[in-house]
């Protein structure tokens, strides 16, 4: 549904595909959402699922500011690729920089074979 006073689309059963510049598509999938189709901005919640390359993230809410190209997570995150993982209770990733800033509870594990060939990922526009 469509609130135009807010400019706030509400949705359901989300998926959207994002195209990298890699030439990959990564996808997501949540089971609310809303969009503000003039910032472009969004968030999802519930069961939210990021999948990249070989990395998946998995989160219950996501936000995403575009004119700041961030993508942020208040509640748990879990990043994966193979065995390895990290995990906070928060993240913050800059898209445009590719940086990741994580904090609170955080756990990492890397295995040896992530350590020698991390997968590569790119996010940019």
Do not use: C, R, W
Request: no cysteine.
């Amino acid at each position: 549904t469509y609130n135009k006073v807010e400019d706030l689309m509400n949705l359901t059963n989300v998926m959207v595909y994002f195209y990298l510049e890699n030439g990959e598509t990564a996808t997501l999938t949540a089971e609310k959402g809303h969009f503000q189709s003039l910032s472009q901005n969004f968030g999802v919640n519930e069961n939210v699922v990021v999948k990249a390359s070989e990395y998946e993230m998995e989160t219950t809410e996501l936000l995403y500011i575009k004119d700041q190209d961030t993508l942020i997570a208040n509640e748990p995150v879990v990043i994966t690729s193979g065995d390895s993982f990290i995990a906070a209770d928060y993240m913050l990733l800059d898209v445009k920089k590719q940086q990741l800033f994580m904090e609170g509870n955080v756990k990492v594990f890397l295995t040896p074979e992530f350590m020698e060939s991390p997968p590569a990922l790119n996010v940019g526009d």
